[in-house]
């Protein structure tokens, strides 16, 4: 049988946790509850925008209040923000959480960084 995609939302989650990624081309935000499960999610090329612009801060501020939008519908109060990437929207889609009324609780920067670093070049011969 085949999976039927249904809009079953739960109702009066307190906290989420809200992932951020955000590239220099694109800016993704998916929010689970504190087990994982996604609740909702969203991206700038979800919401209209092309090519560069994806990755523009206000694609990011778009996605931040449309996404809280959500949140709050549901009943979510606090969120933890976990942040991962180089790109320019971090700081809009926190910023656009917290303007529409969600209690940011935590914020926590999970962008990957090497210990050891890529291997070096060959030595130079002259």
Known sequence: MAYKKGKKRQQNIE?????V?????NTLVAVTTTDGDVITR??????GFKGARKGTPYAATQIG???AKDLIGIGVKFVEVNL??????????????????LNITL???????PHNG?????????
């Open 107 to 113: 914020l926590r920067d999970v962008t990957p960084i």
């Open 84 to 101: 991962q990437g180089p790109g320019s929207g971090r700081d809009c889609v926190v910023r656009a959480l917290q303007s529409s009324g």
């Open 65 to 67: 209040s449309k996404i």
């Open 118 to 126: 890529t291997r070096a070049p060959k030595k130079r011969r002259v």
């Open 42 to 47: 969203g991206s700038a090329g979800q919401h």
């Open 21 to 25: 990624k955000s590239s220099f081309s």
């Open 15 to 19: 906290s989420v946790v809200a992932h």
